[in-house]
């Protein structure tokens, strides 16, 4: 028995469209891999105002009651942080009950914790086989296509993340799996697992160009020139191919193909997108100054693919 089928499936939720979106499919992932699903909803990123209570300005207290604002700010800020948690617990437990009524005799563990989503879900992450989000919850700025908690537990989740978005309506009944490198093979034996499981078809898809730099002139072709470009053509083919290589044997009944394409890598996966049921990167999380980040073609594909994605964390 894989390991994967017994671990829990991971939801976060905060009460919003996209979130219930994100429990639904949750749901489906559960069911396919009998597994229990967990429906976390983490502590409110409202914080209180500089004055102690929800929305009270801000303002230095007198001296003569200095000490008595400061205690009702103490008691206004536990209450609030008491209301939130209530709060937090009834959006659980309310979405565990559309969970349960999906799919009866799934097991549905609803909680609500008190670290705020991001460091609650990639806590739970953790020993998940897998930790479901939404593209956008509460709070979020209309202009984003994706919503800062969705990114922030993509590049820090340690085990597969997969965000909820799309239009794709009607099954596709196929599996695409974007490789950057040979050695993507944990993204590879993901896709294999997902197209087994979905009994799907995988494409295994490698997309490359030449890189372009501004300002520079582009010498005449030549032969040396043409060999090099042969000789990085070759080496390009060879990508999807060497990440499949010995899976095709442990997955007999999966259909699939290795393709290599010549186009930017973040439109090649988008477009793919429309015709699949899902889409699995190799996520090359790279450490920046302001801790880890994602890449600009898993940001590209995030934010415009036709169907839901699923991150597998790979070393950069």
Known sequence: MNRSV??????????????????????????????????????????LAPGGTPGAPGGAPGASDAAGETEAARTAGEEHRRALARQARRIAESAAERARESAPGLEVRPSAAEENAVAALVRAGRRAALTVVGTRGHGGFTGLLLGSVSLRVAAHTEGPVMV???????????????????????????????????????????????????????????????????????????????????????????????ETVYAGPGHALVEASAAADLVVLAAHRRHRLFGMRLGPVTHAVLHHAHCPVVLVPTAA
């Open 6 to 47: 017994q671990l829990p499936v991971v939801v976060g939720v905060d009460g919003s469209h996209h979130s219930l979106r994100a429990l639904d499919r949750a749901v489906e992932e559960a069911v396919l891999r009998g597994a229990p699903l967990d429906v976390l909803c983490g502590a409110s990123a409202h914080r």
């Open 164 to 258: 909820v978005r799309g239009d794709n309506e009607r099954p596709r009944h196929t599996v695409v799996v974007g490789v950057e490198y040979g050695t993507d093979t944990g993204a590879a034996r993901y896709g294999f697992e997902e197209a087994e499981r979905r009994a799907a078809a995988l494409l295994v898809l490698h997309a490359w160009e030449l890189p372009v730099y501004p300002g520079v002139m582009v010498p005449p072709p030549t032969r040396v020139l043409e060999e090099i470009a042969e000789e990085q053509a070759r080496y390009e083919e060879s990508v999807p191919v060497d990440a499949v290589a010995g899976l095709r044997e442990a997955y007999p009944n999966v259909d699939a193909r290795a």
